[in-house]
């Protein structure tokens, strides 16, 4: 499995696999979903799914995206940013995680230099 530039928080990724309402987000999102859309598929209160959201994004097991419309209102959207997750020892016997991350199309880049525009304004 390949790591990727920023490695994961082995805690944060813990944490956020330990909680229910996070895994079930992690099941519901089989394509990029809004916290709206998380919200009640997962029958999850909107203020929980973004304190959710925000612990999986920190865990680097989700990705926030910018949806660009037509009509200038863009939003969020959330997506899984992992395709397997691999726990194992390293040669001190420390724990250790590692992602393997999808492949990224230019839409999906576009989309993440987008999103980091946006945090810069």
């Known amino acids: 499995m390949s790591a990727s530039d920023d490695d994961p928080d082995l805690t944060r990724v813990l944490d956020a696999l330990d909680d229910a309402d996070c895994r079930a987000f992690l099941r519901a999102l089989d394509e990029p979903m809004t916290a ?3 919200s009640e598929t997962c029958d999850v209160p909107l203020s929980t799914t973004y304190r959710k959201l925000e612990q999986l994004t920190e ?6 995206e910018t949806e660009i419309r037509p009509d200038g ?8 940013a992992f395709d397997a997750i691999e726990l194992s020892f390293d ?7 590692d992602l393997e ?5 230019p839409s999906e880049r576009l989309a993440d230099i987008w999103s980091e525009v946006q945090r810069e304004t």
Do not use: Q
């Open 91 to 97: 040669d001190d016997r420390d724990l250790v995680v």
């Open 101 to 105: 991350r999808p492949a990224r199309g």
């Open 36 to 38: 709206n859309e998380l």
């Open 73 to 80: 209102r863009h939003r969020s959207r959330y997506r899984a």
């Open 59 to 64: 865990a680097t097991l989700v990705a926030e």
